[in-house]
């Protein structure tokens, strides 16, 4: 009986410690990586200088029935051509002939 309780003594050293490690080093990288993303989305959504260029809205005399389910009206801090980047990845072409992005 005392051979079996070593064994399963050196089994549970052998097993579950490594296991208990892991577990805290993974517990502590998710704390880590939810702390670095909610940084990122801070740093996302924080609110820019506003300047007095006109909005995109008005310069393309957008329906007010077609601006409610445009994006970039929803995300009316920005200046529409950063906020048109942050959902394509890029600056969309026309931006680069628009009023309001030259004067940004």
Not at 52 to 79: F, N, Q, S
Not at 83 to 104: D, H, I, K, P, S
Request: proline share 7%.
């Amino acid at each position: 009986m005392e051979a079996f309780l070593e064994v399963m003594g050196l089994l549970v050293l052998r097993l579950g410690v490594p296991l208990v490690i892991t577990l805290l080093i993974s517990a502590w990288l998710m704390k880590l990586d939810q702390k670095w993303h909610d940084a990122e989305i801070a740093r996302q959504t924080r609110v820019l200088p506003t300047h007095d260029a006109p909005h995109c809205w008005e310069v393309m005399g957008c329906d007010p029935t077609k601006r409610d389910i445009c994006p970039v009206y929803r995300m009316r801090p920005l200046p529409c051509w950063q906020a048109r980047q942050r959902l394509n990845g890029r600056v969309q072409e026309q931006c680069m002939n628009c009023l309001v992005f030259q004067t940004a």
